[in-house]
């Protein structure tokens, strides 16, 4: 079968097209054929060599979604010709994160999805909610699932609530639209005005242009008659989180998700004490987040916003894309 590995290096051209021999499911394992797979920020920050220090050759990429086409001799949970999507982290069933659980992750440093075929355990794995295409069911890992678990399982965001989300890539996108489905009031920050324009055509009541105001959280106080938010997604990290904290109400939640601008957080203490800002990290979630966004997805026929395609032969460029910012949601691959 056609496989990608990244080798040596840093850069796209460590990102190798080569062959392996098609993987024989064990007793409880399904055999997939990949249809299509999504792209998150992680996987161009493990080809860049800024995310984890996994053993390469490593086939990258988390998130997609495929066909099964052979099970072990045990397999009870899915039969030939189901469409299942695989856990992230195939060890974390239920409940909360435990150093077991979450250690092993696909994509790095387990072996991803970018290839033709792959073996997932029957208990790593969730049903393609039937009105999603292959294009959209493969979004739903990481981006969905994360969004999932920083709005409602480890938030409490509920009707009425005001929440705001960073830009408009793929974490944030699902978490406008699922705090939206759960009837609360989005403000979404943006470096484009044209983003901003879809992000309301979406849903958001406003956009703020982080450019126009770089003090956004004053704006965000502004929109709130100076009460704050209840929930902020904080996908940018770094000095940024300050803002954060100071866009949240008294007693809200900043959910600390990504490090776009950086890793390293810096911010003035006193503001979060002084708003009594509870501050939590998240790491993704379990197969029944999974499970559970993608039964709300489905009872109110919401779709992921993807923004393009690329075919499984456009690896290079599919990474480059999302390299330049320039996507609004996700950026998926397709297979043949
Ligand atoms: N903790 C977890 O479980 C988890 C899960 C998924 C992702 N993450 C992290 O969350 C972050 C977002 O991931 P993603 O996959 O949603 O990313 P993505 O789809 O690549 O989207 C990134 C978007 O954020 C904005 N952006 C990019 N760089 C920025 C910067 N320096 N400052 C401000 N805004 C910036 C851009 O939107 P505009 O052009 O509209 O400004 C861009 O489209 C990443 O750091 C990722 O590693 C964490």
Redesign the pocket.
Known sequence: MKTYELIRGSGVESLVLTERPVPVPGPRELLLKLRAVSL???D??ILRGT?GDYPRPLVPVSDGVGEVVAVGAEVRRFKVGDRVIPAYVPDWVRGGPTEENSRRRLGGPLDGLLREYACIHEEAAVAAPAHLSDVEAATLP??GV?AWHALFTAGRVGPGDTVVV???????LFALQLARMAGARVLV????PA?LERAVALGAAAGIH?GAEPEWDARVLALTEGRGADHVVD???GE?VGRSIGAARVGGTVTL?????SATVRFDLTRALRRVVRLQ????GSREDLEALGRALAVRGVRPVVDRTFSFAEAHAAYAY?AS?A??G?VVLTLP
């Open positions: 998150n920020y992680r161009l920050a995310y990481i981006a994360t960073q830009g408009t890539g793929g974490v944030s920050t943006s470096r484009s983003k982080t996908v940018v990290g940024g998700v990504g490090f776009l601008d990290a998240v790491s993704v999302l910012g996507q609004f996700k």
